[in-house]
């Protein structure tokens, strides 16, 4: 089956930094998320990106699909941005979405 | 975005009992759910799809005679884990997948989860 590899597994900011969060794929894919998981365990959708950038505020995306990757951008960093980020990929339109293991975000103040 | 509701949100209840955790799409139609579960530390892992109207699909490992769903219409879906045991102990997730024709058309949405923990 498909895999989906995210880097770095951790990583721990001051506030303020800038962060580029990073998510391999194996296969061709037909639907790309990004989710933000707070610490009571809700995931909070970020991006919905098969292809191409997109952009919300502090937070950007860019998926090249040829090239099996997508980057999560992280700027300025907040404590409120705590929490495991997951990428999560789906092959084709009736598919299931398979996650990656997730790369586990600390903002010190 | 969409929104997906869970309920309840934490249950703890004693080996051997049942328990039935409810998910449903508020503002959308749902034609596909899905139930994941998650340890602690550690990524999702899809358990099963459930389509409105017809029997779910479980992923190999899964038993589906201990993981009961059902999706009676197009805005709930529910699993029952029955005789539970300690081991069945996690956080359970529920999410539904817009088939609207909005702008969240194939986007999954996932619900804030019940955390189960059995005696």
């Known amino acids: 089956g498909i895999q989906v590899e995210q880097s770095p597994p951790d990583l721990i900011l001051q506030e303020g930094a800038n962060s580029t969060l990073r998510c391999n794929f194996s296969?061709?894919?037909?639907?790309l998320q990004w989710f933000h998981q707070n610490p009571w365990g809700q995931l909070i959708n970020l991006f919905y990106?098969?292809?191409g950038t997109k952009q919300n505020g502090r937070l950007s995306a860019t998926t090249v699909a040829t090239e099996r990757y997508s980057l999560l951008y992280i700027s300025s960093s907040q404590t409120t941005d705590s929490g495991v980020y997951f990428c999560?990929?789906?092959?084709?339109?009736?598919?299931?979405?398979?996650f990656g293991q997730g790369t586990e975000l600390s903002v010190k103040p | 975005g969409a929104v997906v509701s869970q309920h309840p949100s934490w249950v703890i209840c004693k080996s051997g009992t049942s328990v039935k955790i409810e998910c449903r799409s508020l503002?959308?139609?749902?034609?596909?759910m899905f139930w994941y579960r998650q340890f602690p530390k550690q990524s999702l892992m899809l358990m099963a799809t459930?389509?409105?109207?017809?029997?779910?699909?479980?992923e190999q490992g899964v038993e589906k005679d201990k993981f009961l769903i059902n999706h009676a219409s197009l805005t709930l879906s529910t699993l029952t884990v029955t005789s539970a045991h300690p081991e069945d102990s996690s956080f359970y997730i529920c999410?539904?997948?817009?088939?609207?024709?909005?702008?969240?058309?194939?986007?999954?949405?996932f619900g804030p989860g019940t955390r189960l923990t059995v005696l």
């Open positions: 999410s539904a997948r817009d088939r609207g024709s909005g702008i969240s058309y194939n986007e999954q949405f």
């Open positions: 296969d061709s894919v037909n639907n």
């Open positions: 990106i098969p292809s």
């Open positions: 999560a990929v789906r092959l084709n339109q009736g598919g299931k979405l398979i």
């Open positions: 503002d959308f139609q749902a034609t596909t």
């Open positions: 459930s389509n409105e109207g017809s029997k779910a699909t479980y």
